[in-house]
């Protein structure tokens, strides 16, 4: 009877360790989807706010506009759009950043192909630019071959699918326009210090975007000439004091300009895109998205594309070499 009553105290000693190791399993299993569930609730809390972040962007955009003229606007780094946004606070200690940039006042890399054909006095541009960033690969030719549509190498130093295909993975040429900075890197040869040189001063934007004068910087606006090198280019930037140039005459006609024979094909003092950086960080986490917006001389601002993979700060700014 007591072997029984032994053998019974057993049993229930094993049911109830299992009950107890079952209950445990389902309290970390719930305790695993409340945490899953809070996390997703986070996450879209965070692109939400991000979201309105670029709505914030368009809204400012909109009324800067509308302040000109909006068939003719200008546009320069003085105006409301291109002075820092105050943070704003958000629920549970979390904090929204929005940051406009103009992307006109950098080189625009297709603009090196415009109308399926070759656009010289923008190569001419790009190359200049390496020059100045004292980068000697050959990768202007290169730049054409991966926008144009065609599979005849440019130049002696071109490169089309015969080239890319011998690479290990090999991959052939985009043979359209950069839609996103980082194809820069796929170029044939293209090393990452290079790239790290040129990210500050490129954009890709349609190949029919102009530059602007009134944003760009004294490295881009010394790609115009090559009698123009970038001290004397800073003169430029410093001309355009704190309104910009309201004419692309006003800009052609600074001293600085003397004698070179600048044309204003290719240039404005008006930008129609923009990118906008919005910033989350909520509940320990940190949500970047980059919009690209276009603003219409009709007003209204759209939205042409959004990544959600950048880092949320801009490339550091590399030294200017000194001539």
Known sequence: MKRQHGVALITVLLVVALVTVVCAGLIARQQLAIRSSANQLHVRQAMQYALGGEALAQA???????????RTPIDHL?????RPVSNFPLDDGGLLSVRIEDPSGRFNLNSVVRQAQVNEPALRQFRRLLLRLQIEAPYADRLVDWVDTDQEPSGANGAEDNQYLLGQPPYRAANRSISDLSELRLVLGMS????????????????????????????????????LDPEGAALLVAARGDS????????????????????????????????????????????????????????????????????????????????
């Open 192 to 227: 990452e210090v290079d790239y790290r040189k040129l990210l500050p001063f490129v954009s890709a934007l349609p190949e029919g975007a102009d530059l602007n004068v009134n944003t760009a910087g004294a490295m881009v606006l010394s790609t115009l000439s090559d009698s």
């Open 60 to 70: 400012i955009l909109v009324r800067d506009l509308r302040q000109g003229d909006p």
């Open 78 to 82: 003085g105006e409301a759009w291109a």
């Open 244 to 323: 910009g140039y309201r004419s692309l005459d006003a800009f052609l006609a600074q001293p600085a300009l003397a004698g070179m024979g600048l044309e204003a094909e290719g240039l404005a003092v008006g930008s129609q895109f923009f990118l906008v950086t919005s910033e989350v960080r909520l509940a320990g986490r940190r949500q970047v998205l980059v919009s690209t917006l276009q603003r219409g001389s009709d007003g209204k601002v759209r939205v042409i594309s959004r990544d959600l993979g950048q880092s949320g700060l801009p490339p550091e700014p590399i030294k200017e070499p000194q001539s």
